[in-house]
């Protein structure tokens, strides 16, 4: 036996383009949410003839160029499938991220993940319901 289904094309367009914008501004808002993290001061040590401080072991990486926080980007290209990435293809952020066997982690991502969650989901529930 064989059934058809039909549906409304338009509003299967119109929720799968709500969907998408949700997904968009969730992802957004965490791109903002990180670069703000990687804008902290250092708490760490006073370097002589340098304008600012190192992080300590556990903190977000501080300042030093404004690289890596200029690095984070959203990658919106699969939203229409309810993905949406977050991050940087700077190769040492990992090293700050994780650490190495010769450095402590200064993590910002996940922290930021953690804090960032239900300003991300309010974000996306705003957008959801437009």
Do not use: C
């Amino acid at each position: 036996m064989t059934m058809r289904v039909h549906t409304d094309k338009r509003a299967v367009e119109r929720a799968m383009d709500k969907a998408r914008r949700a997904v968009s501004a969730g992802a957004i808002y965490f791109q903002g949410e990180a670069k703000k993290t990687l804008s902290a001061s250092g708490r760490g040590r006073k370097h002589s003839g340098l304008n600012y401080r190192s992080s300590k072991p556990g903190d977000p990486p501080t300042v030093q160029t404004g690289t890596l926080r200029r690095s984070i980007q959203s990658d919106l290209s699969q939203a229409n499938k309810g993905l949406a990435r977050v991050g940087t293809n700077i190769k040492y952020a990992s090293y700050l991220e994780w650490g190495t066997r010769n450095m402590a982690p200064r993590p910002f991502m996940r922290p930021t993940l953690k804090r960032s969650r239900s300003g991300m989901m309010k974000a996306i529930r705003r957008e959801a319901e437009r």
